[in-house]
């Protein structure tokens, strides 16, 4: 049998894609310009730090975070200016992540989001700085998201924020990811790295909002599962696209967790294991789901995003088959 016959045959999403792009289309314009006016720099801003701000918001990249965070507020009653403040917070916190991975102590990258790496551009101390801009910035509109919400819930987003970005999630991962080389290399050990690098603010997203919003400890435990199943997924198709894409095709450096020895699942078990993984992870999704909606009837948009992955998949499935003819 041929290794195209073999591949995992993923089921093509339906026009909900298509419908999707149409219905977040003003929410996505709305939420780019805030992303790219929030924290623009001021008139007496140093002139390297700057450019190395305006150049890293020219590029929001697919702002997918920001748009279920927002989303999720709105389906919680938060106040659209709280959701927004939410939104872009959890944003800027995963853009300054992605500065801090780009510089040479880290991944040493040169393109990210179809652009040249802003430390290149405008050297490592001016990356850093802007970085930290964001995050600072990010730290403001976290506190306005949850102005408006009770004081237990104020406490526990902050709490659950915390474990996200700090030793128990963002930056523990992004260590682990670092010294991977000298780590085992089994998928458990792939997997806590990408529990830490890339659920961490796939969690923020879906569960920071729902507990600003009041939502049940029931609900917040399933967002927070989905988050999981989510993130994981995004974290092996990021992995696919760094073994089957060029750097024109995913608009980052590609090819660099061989080059690196970084944790890379689709190196590590293949990429027909690495398909495979997404759908059970998609599959559990769709469980998720259906016991969500159960709950709460304002998150079917949700399903949007569940069609985005199975879209991708598709595609990235076409590709790696093609490429083995």
């Given at each position: ?7 995992t ?132 509109l ?10 237990e ?9 915390e ?10 991962g ?38 600003a ?11 927070d ?67 969500i ?5 304002g ?24 490429a083995?003819?």
């Open positions: 049998m041929s290794e195209r016959s073999q591949r045959e993923f089921r093509q999403p339906g026009i909900g894609i298509f419908m999707t792009i149409a219905v977040s289309a003003s929410i996505a314009s709305r939420l780019k310009a805030l992303y790219q006016q929030s924290c623009h720099p001021q008139a007496d801003t140093e002139s390297h730090l700057s450019e190395a701000l305006r150049q890293t918001l020219q590029h929001p990249g697919n702002m997918i975070r920001a748009e279920l965070a927002y989303r999720l507020g709105r389906s919680y009653d938060l106040p659209e200016a709280s959701s927004e403040c939410l939104a872009i917070a959890i944003e800027y916190f995963h853009t300054a992540s992605l500065v801090f991975d780009d510089l040479p102590c880290m991944d040493d990258a040169v393109l990210r989001r179809g652009a040249t790496c802003i430390h290149r551009a405008h050297g490592e101390g001016a990356a850093i700085l802007a970085a930290l801009a964001l995050i600072n910035h990010a730290y403001g976290l506190w306005r998201g949850v102005a408006h919400s009770s004081a819930a104020r406490a526990r987003a902050l709490e659950y924020v474990q996200q970005l700090g030793l128990a999630g963002l930056l523990n992004q260590s682990r990811d670092l010294h991977m080389r000298e780590a085992s290399r089994q998928p458990r050990v792939y997997q806590q790295i990408a529990i830490g690098k890339t659920v961490s603010l796939i969690r923020m997203a879906l569960v920071v909002p729902a507990i919003g009041g939502a049940s400890e029931y609900e917040q435990c399933l967002l599962r989905l988050a999981m199943a989510w993130g994981l997924s995004y974290q092996i198709l990021d992995d696919l696209k760094d073994v089957l894409h060029t750097a024109q095709d995913s608009g980052k450096t590609a090819d660099r967790d061989q080059k690196l020895e970084r944790p890379n699942l689709a190196l590590t078990i293949g990429v027909e294991a690495s398909f495979r993984r997404v759908q059970r992870l998609v599959n559990i999704s769709d469980r998720l789901l259906a016991r909606f159960q709950q709460q009837t998150l079917f948009f949700l399903r949007e995003t569940l069609d985005r992955f199975r879209s991708e998949m598709a595609t990235m499935v076409t590709g790696a088959s093609a083995s003819l």
